[in-house]
């Protein structure tokens, strides 16, 4: 088992990293947002494995964190959902936005990403809905995991949930909700100025 390869960054292709380790380079398949957080090529990267052992090949899977690796276990252990699809997900949603869009049922969401139908995306959300929670989301949020822009700290991530919520509510998606509401600027010191702001980019 393949936990983690660590090494020189030497290529960025459309669908994979290869990663110098030792002078051996590991072809690893990424989604498309994680192969645009990498790095520049020639810099050390460190990358979260997945080994897929099939009969007449093996592949690498990789992740940028831990975290991102446990949804990518969560969501392939859906029976109808390998590898390759579970990727395909992880390049359309974030694992929070994944996590919101499971919470709140949003099968067109997940159905939004290549060779995903609309009844795996429903069984998906059947399965996994007691196994990923918001507060996993705010978690991250408390501790600075977010991408740069987003509301930090535990009243913070509050608010933004309880919006995301609302928008939902008001029957937008809850991963274009997710999306505006990360826009917001961290000026905003209530729900109701995370709601007026994050209207303007659903507009």
């Known amino acids: 088992m393949i936990s983690y390869v660590r090494g020189e960054l030497a290529a960025v292709e459309e669908d ?3 990663v110098d380790v030792g002078g051996v380079g590991y072809g690893v398949f990424m989604s498309g947002q994680a192969l645009s957080l990498l790095p520049p090529v020639g810099n050390e ?3 979260y494995t997945y080994l897929n052992v099939k009969e007449d090949a093996m592949h690498l899977f990789g992740f940028l964190t831990r975290e991102d ?7 392939i252990g859906v029976s ?3 590898p ?6 992880l390049s359309c949603l974030s694992p929070d936005e ?11 969401a997940i159905s939004a990403a290549p060779g995903i139908g609309k009844k795996t995306a429903e069984k998906l959300i059947l399965e996994l809905k007691d196994k990923m929670k918001i507060e996993d989301v705010l978690e991250h949020a408390a501790h600075g995991d977010e991408v740069p822009g987003t509301v930090s700290g535990t009243s913070e ?3 933004q949930a309880e919006a995301v919520q609302a928008l939902v509510a008001l029957g937008y998606g809850s ?4 999306r505006a509401v990360k826009k917001t600027s961290p000026d905003c010191v209530t729900v109701e100025d995370i709601l007026k702001e994050a209207l303007k980019y659903l507009f």
């Open 45 to 47: 990267v460190k990358i």
């Open 157 to 159: 991530s509050g608010m």
């Open 175 to 178: 991963a274009e909700s997710m």
């Open 16 to 18: 994979k990293a290869v």
């Open 98 to 108: 994944l996590r919101f869009a499971v919470m709140s049922g949003d099968a067109k």
């Open 84 to 89: 390759k699809g579970g990727l395909n997900i």
């Open 80 to 82: 109808g959902i390998g």
């Open 69 to 75: 690796l446990e949804v990518f276990r969560l969501v």
